[in-house]
């Protein structure tokens, strides 16, 4: 099949453990569903983890990355750019009491490991908790944060990490 062809494909050419943990390639997605390299639909319940809850493909969303694109498509951190001072003042606008400045980040692994940089310069303070049960992320200190086996062939990680359990309420 073609997913097995391409499966084998991946496996001789990039690292085990590195993307696909499903055994089909996904080709095409809309809304909350999407289909493999066979035409196979399938739901997708992981899709909010990378992206958002309005689903794949919303022609809003499009409208408004093909309008970004045709202006600026990307410009690196310290480069000032419209658009990302309008965001910056409408999360000002609907953060609670004197919160008005965001650090804008690539992603949630960087945003992490600023996040922590940014906590041990204000407070002066050298650790950090994070939960047992958690994910934050694949470069250094966020997988260091990280509290599951992904974690595991990374440590011992990054200095100062303390851990805890989830809450347990009943």
């Known amino acids: 099949s073609k997913n097995e062809h391409l499966m084998a494909r991946k496996a001789a050419a990039t690292p085990r453990g590195v993307g696909v943990m499903g055994t089909f390639f996904a080709e095409r997605a809309q809304g909350a569903e999407l289909w493999d390299v066979q035409g196979q639909r399938y739901i997708d319940f992981a899709g909010g983890i990378a992206v958002m809850n309005v689903g794949h ?34 999360l000002a606008e609907v953060t609670p009491g004197d919160l008005a400045m965001s650090f804008f980040t690539n992603g949630g692994a960087e945003a992490n490991e600023n996040a922590i940089k940014l906590a041990r310069w204000y407070t002066g303070r050298h650790k950090i908790v ?8 694949a470069t250094h200190g966020a997988i260091t944060l990280t509290g599951d086996p992904r974690r595991w062939p990374a440590e011992p990680g990054m200095s100062g ?3 805890m359990l989830d809450p347990y309420t009943y």
């Open 57 to 90: 493909g919303h022609p809003k969303v499009i409208a408004a990355i093909k309008e970004q694109a045709e202006k600026l498509c990307t410009i690196g951190p310290p480069m000032a750019s419209e658009s990302r001072s309008t965001l910056g003042r409408l």
């Open 130 to 137: 994070a939960r047992y049960r958690s994910y934050h992320g």
């Open 161 to 163: 990490v303390v851990r």
